[in-house]
C-alpha cells in the first residue's frame, strides 16, 4: 500500500464518482480503477459496491474513508511540522547566560523570540562563562551569553553590549560622600567582594586592569557568583565591589553606586559554535544582530 492509493480512495469516496474523481486527480479513469482495485486487494475487503448507475462505499469502506481522513489530517500537519523545525520555527534551543545580562539583555531578547518565534521553545541556564564556552563546545547549550574572550577557535562571537562599571559601598560608607565620578585610589585600602576568576576570565580581568589603572591591586576576601549576591554582601558591610553598570537596576536600599573616573568596558558577547547547522541557531543568532542594530539591547 502506498500514499497515492491512500488519496485516490479518499477523492473516489468523496466524489463517489469514478469519471469525476479521475478528472481532479488529473488522471485517466482506467489507472484510477485500477489502483482501487489494488488497495482492496491489499486489504482483502471491499470499499465501493459498483453500478453503472451509482458508486457508494460499503459499510468497511465508511469506516476506512474516516481512517484516511485522519491519517491524511494528521500526515499533513506532521509535514508541515517538519518544515517548521527545518526552517528553525519550531523546536527547543537552549540559551546559556551569565552575570548583569539578566537585568537588561535577557528579558528583551525572550521578549522579542516569544514575539517573532513562538513555536520555537527557549530553555535558559544560568551558567558561568567558562562554563559556556564548554557547554557549547560538548552541545549542552545551542548558544550562550558570556564575556569574552572565547578561547576556542570553533566557538563563533557577536559582541552585543558594552558597558562601563560602577563601585558600590555600603549605605552611610564614607566613600557616598565623594563626587561622582571617583577615584579608584581611594578604595585601594578597602576590602572587595568579586566574582571567582574561574568564573569567566574576560570579567575578572576587567576589574583586575581597573584596580592596576588606578595603582593598586584589591584585595578580596570573599567570592560570590551572582551580581545579587554581590550586592547583598556589600549591604551586610562584608566588603566592596566593583559592579556593571546594568548591575544598578537591583534595587537594595542599603547600597549605594558611584560613577567611576577610570575607564574600562566590560563586554557581553551572544557565542555559538561556528560549525552549527541547527536552523533555530541562525534564527536566534539573527534576531540578536537585529536586536542590536534596533539600538534594542543597551
Not at 481522513?69 to 537552549?94: A, S, Y
Not at 567582594?193 to 595603582?215: F, N, R, V, W
Request: neutral net charge.
Amino acid at each position: 500500500m502506498e500514499l497515492r492509493h491512500l488519496k485516490y480512495f479518499q477523492t473516489v469516496s468523496s466524489n463517489l464518482h469514478f469519471s469525476e474523481a479521475a478528472k481532479e486527480l488529473n488522471i485517466s479513469q482506467p489507472p484510477l480503477s485500477k489502483q482501487i482495485k489494488q488497495l482492496e486487494e491489499e486489504l482483502g475487503v471491499r470499499l465501493f459496491n459498483r453500478t453503472n448507475r451509482r458508486v457508494e462505499l460499503t459499510e468497511a469502506g465508511v469506516y476506512f474513508s474516516h481512517s484516511c481522513k485522519f491519517v491524511m489530517n494528521l500526515l499533513e500537519k506532521e509535514i508541515e511540522i517538519t518544515r517548521k523545525i527545518h526552517e528553525g520555527q519550531l523546536g527547543t534551543i537552549t540559551l546559556g547566560f551569565s552575570g548583569s545580562v539578566v537585568y537588561s539583555i535577557l528579558p528583551t531578547v525572550i521578549k522579542e523570540l516569544k514575539k517573532n518565534q513562538p513555536n520555537l521553545n527557549l530553555v535558559v541556564e544560568q551558567h558561568t562563562s567558562s562554563e559556556q564556552e564548554k557547554y557549547i563546545l560538548n552541545g549542552n547549550i545551542h548558544v550562550g551569553m558570556l564575556v569574552p574572550p572565547v578561547k576556542n577557535e570553533k566557538i563563533e562571537t557577536l559582541l552585543i553590549k558594552e558597558e562601563g562599571f560602577l563601585v558600590v559601598v555600603p549605605k552611610g560608607h564614607f566613600i557616598e560622600q565623594y563626587q561622582e565620578p571617583i577615584d579608584l585610589e581611594n578604595v585601594k585600602d578597602l576590602n572587595f567582594i568579586m566574582t571567582p576568576e574561574s568564573s569567566g576570565k574576560g570579567y575578572y580581568d576587567s576589574i583586575i586592569t581597573l584596580c592596576k589603572s588606578a595603582g593598586f591591586y584589591p584585595n578580596i576576601v570573599q567570592n560570590a557568583q551572582e551580581q545579587q549576591t554581590i550586592i547583598t554582601l556589600v549591604a551586610s558591610e562584608l566588603g566592596v565591589a566593583i559592579v556593571p553598570e546594568s548591575t544598578a537596576s537591583i534595587i537594595n536600599e542599603d547600597v549605594v553606586f558611584k560613577r567611576i573616573k577610570q575607564q574600562h568596558k566590560k563586554t557581553t558577547a551572544l557565542a555559538w559554535h561556528k560549525d552549527s547547522q541547527s536552523p533555530s541557531v541562525k534564527i536566534f543568532t539573527e534576531l540578536v544582530r537585529d536586536l542590536i542594530q534596533s539600538g534594542k539591547l543597551r
